[in-house]
């Protein structure tokens, strides 16, 4: 019998966290075990402590038990046993590695950590798995000396819930992260719209859609897991993989019902009418699972708790007995779900290969091109501003332990706001549009600007106008670009508002000077800008204060003077602008009425997004030279962004700038340029398709930083 074993079975968890599965399975484990007479003592991670200061005080702590260890089992994930001796008894168990949740989500993982892991899974006398799947996807990254041992991880005791109508019709339970489903969990929410959802999380989670009059986010870190898993009759697992799910594991233990992909590791642990298993990654099939799903109460539903309990019981008692028969203990998922668990990483580590570079390298590039961003995302940056939001924190539960020294009365709901609430625009009359301000720039005092929500690359826009602006006009633009259905970046809940009231003879160097460092890095955050009959200084002002967004001017007045340098586009409804100004113009719409710049707006932005692949384009090639296929596809476009073929030419003769640019143009004889140069400069661009000069467009791209690779032919 296993209780006749005398020794210590350690186990190793370099997580202890209350959001970790690792850290879950191992209080589980050793609770367990400790049912069935084995003795167990948990080495876990400190706080504040790497990695490597873990490794060591493993090694040392271990050194010093006296007792016959009977086996130390770890995660594969960190490599906890790395300083431990082949003499000891490792028993490494496959909780799915940081790297291989890299590699699941297309993310860049440490090859030097991969193979610090496959080390010790070389060198453990014991190998076991909470799945099959947690073995498929793991052959992607490692190399097994044999096949594991299959076992499930164990479940709590089975608890009925004590509430007969939960608060909620759906509970999701984890950290808010790609891996675990997010985008998934988005989905479920926009297309049951009358479901209620509990979002059990961390606190401090920062999520779009917690603001969904549908959706509660609970800190599930603050609560028991019996009344968390009383929150809802229905548990929601949509990770896009997890060896296991203790989450799953936990809610059937509370008597949940539980929906998820049928490759997850918790699909092959039975085979049971609580556990509702969905063909993977196809969403329509989840969602008609929740509509069908009827949970009912059975009064044999804890058979399921005690089925995974005798297996785990069995996998322990396998691991320990002197003949390992390795009997099958999980049910192997069918062909076709094993093909996808393969394929799920073998798709994305050849797609990480093929666009790996050194992240010294990549780091460098971000400081050279964007150092506003490489400063606002490095680690000293980050720290300080969690310990911002920890230090405000701290003040809101000390405010909350004052106003309610006994706790809270039930029928008050304390919220700690995360999100500063933004006031609103101050409008001459009712008919101007009331939406959430995102800047007011005075005539005087500071200017500052909110905090942006993340969106995808390319479509954080920024529409700004002025107070004194016919509001007719501002209404119906912003009307209009709201009505974009198929096109939502342009919604009035995600446009940053915000007004000006300056007047013309302000300096621009007065007006940056005005911004801090703070709200410079905060506005570079914004990729395109709009600007209603703004003036020349807050152009060239909003323009120098950014780093890579474009500045879009909409004239509908005469008398507005433009100046070409500080802006990208012009989008104008009247003939002031003289043809020398338009040919200088890097992107001009001309239109009839201005019923049409909402949709000029719409065009320029489309065509800022970012491009993949950013392709090459022939602008222009005279017949003394072409371009061949080799040129085009040897073209390094982290380096320049397009290619000028040229005549000798000397500058000798040249006085000024301008000169240079001229003599230089007319020996051009063919220019290429990526597709996204083009579309930023379309008008230039299209002026030279049509036989005029490239200086204009050459001088502009110059200006703006844009690299050519100039060849004399």
Same mark, same amino acid.
């Given at each position: ?6 020794g /210590? ?10 959001d ?53 089992e ?149 609560l ?9 009759n /229905?548990?929601i ?13 936990e ?7 539980? /929906?998820?992909?049928k ?90 290969k ?28 980050k ?31 304390i ?7 933004q ?19 005075q ?9 942006l ?50 007047t ?22 914004i990729?395109t ?37 500080? /802006? ?42 970012p ?9 222009f ?93």
């Amino acid at each position: 019998m296993i209780s006749n074993i005398k020794g /210590i079975y350690i186990f190793l968890d370099p997580f202890d966290r209350a959001d970790s599965g690792v850290s879950s399975y191992t209080s589980l484990a050793a609770a367990r075990m400790q049912r069935l007479g084995i003795s167990t003592k948990t080495i876990k991670l400190n706080k504040n402590e790497t990695i490597v200061d873990f490794r060591n005080r493993v090694a040392t702590d271990i050194n010093n038990i006296r007792e016959t260890i009977l086996c130390i089992e770890a995660p594969e994930s960190l490599a906890s046993t790395a300083n431990l001796p082949d003499s000891l008894p490792l028993h490494i168990r496959l909780h799915c590695s940081r790297s291989l949740g890299a590699a699941i989500q297309g993310l860049p993982y440490s090859e030097h950590d991969v193979a610090i892991e496959q080390t010790e899974l070389c060198r453990a006398k014991y190998l076991s798995a909470p799945s099959w799947a947690a073995y498929f996807t793991s052959l992607c990254l490692f190399k097994f000396p044999h096949t594991p041992l299959f076992y499930p991880n164990p479940s709590p005791e089975f608890q009925y819930q004590n509430i007969k109508k939960p608060k909620y019709d759906l509970l999701f339970v984890g950290r808010l992260q790609f891996l675990k489903g997010l985008h998934y969990l988005e989905h479920l929410i926009e297309h049951l719209p009358n479901l209620s959802f509990a979002v059990a999380c961390p606190p401090n989670s920062n999520w779009k859609f917690s603001n969904k009059k549908n959706v509660t986010v609970v800190d599930g870190t603050s609560l028991s897991k019996h009344e968390i898993y009383n929150l809802a009759n /229905i548990v929601i697992v949509p990770s896009i993989f997890e060896t296991s799910s203790m989450v799953a594991i936990e809610a059937l233990a509370h008597d949940c019902q539980v /929906i998820t992909w049928k490759h997850l590791g918790v699909s092959e642990y039975i085979n049971d009418s609580r556990l509702i298993k969905v063909n993977s990654n196809i969403l329509d099939d989840f969602l008609h699972s929740i509509k069908t799903c009827n949970p009912q109460k059975k009064p044999t539903t804890g058979i399921v708790t005690e089925v995974i309990n005798k297996n785990f019981d069995r996998g322990i008692s396998q691991v320990l007995s002197p003949v390992n028969l390795k009997a099958v203990l999980l049910n192997r998922p069918d062909e076709t779900t094993e093909l996808y668990l393969r394929n799920l990483i073998r798709e994305q580590t050849f797609f990480m290969k093929t666009k790996k570079k050194s992240s010294f390298s990549a780091k460098t590039r971000k400081l050279i091109l964007n150092p506003v961003a490489f400063f606002r995302d490095s680690k000293e940056a980050k720290y300080v501003r969690r310990k911002i939001h920890e230090r405000k924190q701290r003040k809101y539960l000390k405010l909350q332990t004052e106003l309610f020294p006994q706790g809270a009365p039930n029928d008050i709901e304390i919220r700690y706001v995360t999100k500063i609430e933004q006031s609103e625009p101050e409008t001459l009359n009712s008919n101007a549009p009331a939406l959430a301000l995102y800047a007011e720039i005075q005539k005087e005092g500071r200017i500052t600007f909110a905090t942006l929500p993340s969106m995808p690359a390319g479509c954080s826009t920024a529409f700004f106008y002025s107070i004194g602006e016919e509001s007719q006009l501002v209404s119906s633009i912003l009307d209009a670009l709201d009505s974009f259905d198929d096109f939502k970046y342009l919604n009035k809940t995600k446009l940053n508002i915000g007004t000006f009231d300056i007047t013309a003879d302000e300096t621009t160097l007065s007006i940056i000077n005005r911004i801090d460092v703070k709200n410079k890095t905060t506005f570079s955050e914004i990729d395109t800008v709009v600007l209603v009959n703004a003036p020349v200084n807050l152009c060239q002002a909003l323009r120098a204060i950014g780093t890579n967004h474009r500045i879009v001017l909409i004239k509908s007045t005469e008398e507005l003077v433009i100046d070409n340098q500080s /802006i990208d586009a012009l989008i104008s409804t009247t003939d002031s602008q003289s043809m020398d100004a338009l040919a200088t113009t890097r992107r001009h719409i001309k239109l009839e009425s201005e019923e049409h710049i909402p949709t000029a707006v719409r065009r320029i932005i489309q065509e800022g997004f970012p491009k993949k692949p950013d392709m090459l384009l022939s602008l222009f090639m005279n017949s003394d030279c072409g371009f061949t296929k080799e040129e085009f596809n040897q073209l390094n476009t982290n380096s320049y962004q397009g290619i000028i073929k040229t005549k000798p030419y000397s500058p000798t003769n040249s006085k000024t700038m301008t000169d240079i640019y001229k003599g230089f143009s007319e020996s051009v004889i063919a220019i290429a340029l990526i597709e996204s140069v083009y579309m930023r400069y379309r008008s230039l661009c299209e002026a030279v398709e049509n036989g005029a000069s490239p200086e204009n467009l050459i001088n502009s791209c110059l200006t703006d930083g844009i690299l050519f690779d100039v060849q004399e032919v």
